[in-house]
């Protein structure tokens, strides 16, 4: 077949239609307009003072911002700052939660409030405690806070866990880690276990490397870029103007998603107002929607047809890879008939794909929360360093793979050794410092630590930002789980849902800290792009209130636990000094022994490649075959559900609406998909009038945890079978399956039943 890869090919059936509400691009100027309602409202000035602060954005892991100047990336170009960065600054601008608020709220009206609610509560500023038998969380002082904390953490080693989210700095997840250590515990798990670990465990099986091998630089001189998985234009808008810029020079985007994204398709940027902003910009030169869960058949197919046209880079492969022969003869025995049907993508979409890979010369392949929340995202990763490798597109400059990746710090988390799987090289420094071996005992990563709790062997927790109950599936395990553990203390900047529902059987501690452009120190976080920030001191605009350091919180922590051991802890209030241990064992970080006199900030050492020799054993990429999924949905009736019910299974996706970071929910609509609130599903308009539901009907969807009730269904270009809900609210309803390398959730396919809530019996929804 002559396959000439044109740009703009629309999607076919069934890929369903954009609904009536959904603007006809991403972007555009209502960003804009959020920025000047933002910006020259009262809190403009205190929301100014931020952006010009020099750090690096709290919001996403492109980081933008730092020393030289909050508008500027890494390769010194000035652009503006996404909305998104002005939204996550705003929230953290409030004024504080009233002085009488928790007197006046018991923890019963407190459980009533919305994600969205909590958080307009204000800024946390001052300590709190509900005690076991309490009906209201109560000011407590800083002397018992630390008694308390100090007791729970003499409990068995293995009884101690904490859990981290990615927005506090490089030095309070060393510090972190390194106190847990030093106690013996292995129990260190991390917002990235339900999200990019299987990009982790992927690279790092494959180069040697765990982290994206592309950098920003190398990026511009890409001509294609496959994006797959991501909703880019929501979550990492800065991204959209690398892709912008792509096709201004002549380059392609392909994009492989089961939602036709507004965003990915065309995308208005503020960065480019004369020429993008009011008419937007062509993003996707070519969109796929394959079926949830399917992307390895995807890939397969397109290696398929790179091998079926003696198009592979066999040199490449023989020279610089090991188990290339393997991955070619799957591609080879695997039909057509089999990948099409998995995934749901005709071969003639499959075979332009290819081509338009073929055609580029330097292809970048990106990928979030679709690949790797999967049952299969491991093999979702290796699929797709699988065909990056088969196209020569590892190795040099312009190409490569790039997990696009979380919060703002999450990857400095894992950079930091708060991960279950230490890197080697991290033990033996750990251990030089410890001067005592580290405990072999595997920690619990977090869904590990959520089971653990639910049988009771967990007795103390200590969560470093985030909402562990709120991120996680079935949130009656999460929160009966949590009520087992002893003593569970929140460090936080805000309130959320997790302080309300994830209370602990003794006592529950908020501890209010300072945010990353607050600290009295200097503090560094580190990008998706391996790129090492430096965040200048800062001032708080908290008036009269009882806040802490994270860093100050954690070394009063450790010194009282451990004494002098294995550091002067409180000496690492100056956290010059944490940076020189960082450097000293951290590797690829020997640059932060000097930050604090060169303010250089700077790219960590060995992990961009751009030349074709790799950080395994044998300096080989070694690649891993791709087995396909098979993937099938439960009939009704396993969800107890009569035959008669008018009601169809789908693949639901569960993610992120337009105004919402994570579990946090800044507004409730999400424009570009034309959902008016939060309790909307977005479905194929043929599926839906399938089992005779309509636009706007409210139904009920119930997984196999629960269900949700007045469900608003919205029409929406998602394909056939899939559907799309937002978390935290639907974690409700399901129990995810895991995936057993890397401990993730897969909450981008949960089987849900949609029914309308007249024609229905229950019984019991166990055993899907
Ligand atoms: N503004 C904002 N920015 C954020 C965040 C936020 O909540 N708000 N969160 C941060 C964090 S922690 C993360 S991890 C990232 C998340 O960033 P993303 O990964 O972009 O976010 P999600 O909404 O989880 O899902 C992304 C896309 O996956 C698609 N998808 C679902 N299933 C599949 C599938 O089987 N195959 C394919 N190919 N695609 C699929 C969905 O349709 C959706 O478009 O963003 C970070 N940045
Ligand atoms: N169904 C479903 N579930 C999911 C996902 C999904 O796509 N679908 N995505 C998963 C993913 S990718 C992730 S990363 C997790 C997110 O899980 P988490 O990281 O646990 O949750 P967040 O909502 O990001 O945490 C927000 C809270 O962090 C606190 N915070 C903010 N800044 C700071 C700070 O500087 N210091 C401290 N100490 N606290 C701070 C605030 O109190 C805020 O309320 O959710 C996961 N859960
Ligand atoms: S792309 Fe991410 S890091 Fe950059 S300004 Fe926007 S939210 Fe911040
Ligand atoms: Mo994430």
């Not at 200590?462 to 395990?477: E, F, K, S």
Request: with cysteine.
């Amino acid at each position: 077949m002559d396959v000439n890869p044109t740009p703009d090919i629309q999607p076919t059936a069934p890929g369903g239609q954009q609904n009536d509400n959904t603007p006809d691009m991403g972007g555009g100027l209502s960003v804009i307009q959020y920025w000047a309602e933002h910006t020259l409202s009262p809190e403009g000035p205190k929301l100014w003072k931020t952006l010009l602060h020099k750090s690096a954005c709290l919001s996403c892991s492109w980081g933008t911002g730092g020393q030289k100047g909050s508008f500027t990336n890494e390769v010194g170009e000035s652009l503006q700052r996404c909305m998104k960065s002005v939204e996550a600054i705003s929230a953290e601008i409030q004024p504080p939660v009233a002085a009488h608020f928790f007197e006046r709220h018991s923890i019963e009206q407190l459980q009533r409030l919305t994600s969205l609610e909590a958080d307009r509560l204000g800024r946390l500023s001052f300590p709190v405690i509900l005690r076991a038998g309490s009906s209201h969380y109560e000011r407590i002082s800083w002397d018992e806070v630390y008694q308390i904390a100090v007791a729970a953490f003499r409990k068995p080693a293995e009884r101690v866990a904490s859990y981290s989210s990615g927005r506090s700095s490089n030095e309070a997840a060393f510090l972190l880690q390194l106190m847990m250590r030093a106690l013996g515990s292995n129990n260190l798990a991390d917002c990235s276990d339900l999200c990019h670990a299987p990009s982790t465990v992927g690279l790092k099986q494959v180069f040697g490397t765990s982290t994206s091998i592309v950098s920003l630089e190398s990026l511009k001189k890409a001509d294609c870029v496959v994006l797959v998985g991501s909703n880019a234009s929501y979550n990492h808008p800065r991204l959209m103007n690398e892709l912008i810029k792509l096709r201004d020079r002549g380059g392609k985007v392909l994009v492989i998603n089961p939602v036709r994204e507004i965003g990915l398709v065309k995308f208005g940027s503020p960065a480019f107002p004369v020429k993008s902003l009011l008419s937007g910009s062509e993003i996707s030169s070519l969109y796929l929607q394959p079926i949830p869960g399917s992307d390895v058949a995807l890939f397969v197919g397109i290696q398929k047809c790179l091998v079926e046209r003696g198009l592979i880079q066999q040199e490449f492969l023989s020279a610089y890879t090991e188990n290339w022969e393997a991955i070619v003869e799957q591609a080879k025995v695997t039909s057509w008939e089999t990948i099409t049907s998995t995934c749901g993508v005709s071969q003639e979409e499959i075979e332009t794909a290819a081509m338009l890979i073929h055609s580029s010369q330097r292809v970048v392949f990106g990928w979030a929360m679709g690949i790797t929340q999967q049952q299969n995202g491991v093999d979702n990763v290796f699929s797709i360093i699988n065909t990056a490798l088969l196209s020569g597109n590892v190795g040099k400059e312009g190409a490569g793979v790039m997990p696009v990746r979380g919060h703002s710090n999450v990857q400095g988390f894992g950079s930091m050794g708060v991960t279950v799987h230490l890197k080697q090289e991290i033990q033996k420094t750990m251990e030089n410092l410890l001067g005592r071996s580290l405990s072999r005992v595997q920690g619990y990563d977090t869904r590990a630590l959520i089971e653990a709790a639910d049988t009771n062997q967990i007795d103390t927790l200590l969560c470093l930002g985030g909402n562990l109950y709120g991120a996680n599936p079935d949130l009656t395990q999460a929160k009966r789980a949590l009520s087992n553990i002893e003593t569970v203390i929140y460090l936080a900047t805000k309130p959320n849902l997790g302080h309300f529902n994830g209370l602990a059987r003794h006592n529950t501690i908020i501890i209010p800290v300072l945010n990353r452009f607050e600290n009295p120190h200097k503090t560094t976080v580190e990008s998706g792009n391996n790129f090492v920030r430096l965040n200048d001191e800062g001032q708080t605009h908290l008036k009269n209130a009882d806040l802490i350091a994270e860093v100050t919180f954690l070394t009063e922590l450790a010194h009282r636990i451990h004494g002098d051991y294995p550091v002067n802890w409180r000496k690492l209030q100056d956290t010059k000094y944490i940076r020189q241990l960082i450097a000293q064992t951290i590797p690829g970080f020997e640059k932060m022994a000097s930050i604090d006199e060169t303010k250089e900030e700077f790219t960590i050492s060995g992990r961009i490649v751009t030349e074709p020799k790799f950080s395994t054993p044998s300096g080989k990429a070694s690649m891993v075959v791709t087995p396909l999924p098979t993937l099938t949905l439960p009939e009704p009736e396993a969800f107890g559900a009569s035959e008669s019910t008018p009601g169809i299974v789908v693949a639901l996706m569960t993610g992120r609406s337009y105004s919402q970071h994570n579990t946090v929910v800044y507004k409730i609509e999400d424009k570009y998909r034309g959902m008016p609130h939060r309790n909307c599903i977005l479905m194929n308009q043929a599926d839906a009038e399938s089992v005779g539901l309509q636009e706007h009907q409210r139904v009920t969807v119930r997984g196999n945890a629960g269900q949700l009730e007045n469900v608003e269904v919205i029409y929406g270009a998602v394909r056939r079978g899939a559907a799309l809900m937002f978390y935290p609210e639907v974690n409700a309803i399901f129990n995810a399956r895991i995936e057993t390398r890397s401990g993730t959730p897969a909450f981008k396919r949960v089987p849900v039943l949609v029914y309308s809530a007249s024609t229905v019996t229950t019984e019991a929804t166990s055993g899907l």
